[in-house]
């Protein structure tokens, strides 16, 4: 299963950075590439959050905060559809908060 997300992470990242660059020269195609990756991004966290339930507080508000930190890039779809330059800050901020929940994942013991 571990595998499956890995590849799932790929392919919406792929999407992402595709959708992303080919707005700038194709604003349709490029919106709905994006549309796609986001709604991977947000099915991914969705389900990554409810397969590691856990009894550890901290490891669940994490996976709480990726799952909202999608909500930027939900917000950054609805922007690109709206021809409106923003949702490049909201990708950035996406951005930040899964760089900076990467370094906070599990604990070692």
Known sequence: MNRFHTYWILVFGI?????AV???FE???GSW?????TALA???AFVFALQNRTDDKRESRLLRLNFLATLFLVGATFMLFSNMSG???LVLIYAV???FLSFRGKKQK
Do not use: R, T, Y
């Open 15 to 19: 999407l992402l950075i595709a959708g």
């Open 22 to 24: 080919v707005s700038f």
């Open 27 to 29: 604003p349709f195609v």
């Open 33 to 37: 590439l994006f549309a796609a990756g």
């Open 42 to 44: 947000g099915g991914q």
């Open 87 to 89: 949702w490049i800050v």
């Open 97 to 99: 908060i899964v760089f």
